[in-house]
């Protein structure tokens, strides 16, 4: 079977959310995902128009693929483990709820700001708060992801709320 770029742009965009979730989650930095998804694009794309031959499921195909580009990308890149130390657990506890934060945050700052102030923050904190606001995952989905408590990742986006809050007065 011969692709076309419509049927390229078609499986693209049918594809994409899947694959940048399951590629978001097994990176350290929002650049490297989007990164290693747009290498798993390209080498689709040379591909099907290389060769002939009909893909049966071809958004399993895209995350084989993509398991590869990340197999590379781990061989190149070390990840360095994010350890909480007794200290960080007792402040994550002390953080007050509130609902209304969120609002507060978005409503003081432009979102090119925010994400300045995002991209200072750790790692973990960075995946948080893309899985939540950029994918939209509850944070139950952003937990079982991480291998981590719900409430461990409700109060580290809370306290990355508040330091985004503390740095816009």
Known sequence: MKYTPEDFNTIYHATFPQVSKFVHFKVESLEDGQEIVQNVYLDFYRYIFAHDKKIDNVS??????????????????????????????????????????????????????????????SPLDKQILVAHYRFDLPFSEIARSLNMPGSTVRSRHQAALETIKSRIK
């Open 60 to 121: 399993a195909y895209l995350i084989s693929m993509a398991k590869n580009e990340l197999s590379h990308y781990y061989k190149t890149k070390s990840e360095i483990p994010i350890i909480l130390d007794e200290a960080d657990n007792i402040m994550l506890d002390q953080i007050p709820d509130d609902q209304n934060l969120e609002l507060e945050v978005l409503n003081r700052l432009s979102t090119q700001e925010i994400w300045d102030i995002i991209e200072t923050m």
